[in-house]
């Protein structure tokens, strides 16, 4: 289903102000599927091991002390196009650039907590759900 998956978080902020509703229904009216949805919280050496590619970046610890900071949603989401369109759905990294009317424009907190985790790639979708989902729990 390459093209066709990707994977998000509803960041620890975002769940903690209470989002995770309105979050999923804009999900759902952008006309994505949720084919495996999970709440849970990160161990620190979990979410060192999920964002293990920004090791070497100033912001590694500071991001990993953040993501096992409370209770995520971790979620693989399903649509023709998922990863570009999820992409545009949530909006920039930085809400303050962010289109009006995107996720992280309407309920992220900073740059540093934007409300929601989008994957880049096709690939970095699948290595991402296969981290957080097993086979069995994908729908």
């Known amino acids: 289903m390459a093209g066709n998956r990707t994977f998000t978080m509803i960041k620890p902020d975002a769940v903690a102000s209470g989002h995770i509703g309105a979050i ?30 920004h090791k070497e970046r100033p912001f590694y610890g500071e991001l ?35 289109e009006p009317g995107t996720i992280r424009a309407r309920f992220a907190k900073s740059i540093g907590e934007n409300a929601v985790h989008g994957s880049d790639s096709d690939e970095n979708a699948a290595i991402e759900g296969a981290f957080h ?4 729990e994908q729908f």
Do not use: C, H, W
């Not at 759902?28 to 050496?45: D, H, P, W, Y």
């Not at 989902?133 to 069995?136: I, K, L, S, V």
């Open 64 to 98: 990993v002390d953040f993501m096992s900071s409370g209770v995520i949603v971790a979620a693989i989401l399903e649509k023709e196009n998922a990863v570009a369109d999820f992409r545009t759905l949530i909006g920039a990294t930085d809400p303050s650039k962010a």
């Open 133 to 136: 989902f097993a086979g069995t």
């Open 24 to 53: 999923l229904a804009q999900i759902n009216e952008a006309g994505f599927r949720i084919v495996a949805m999970k709440l849970t919280k990160l161990s620190q050496e979990k979410a060192g091991e999920f964002y293990a590619v």
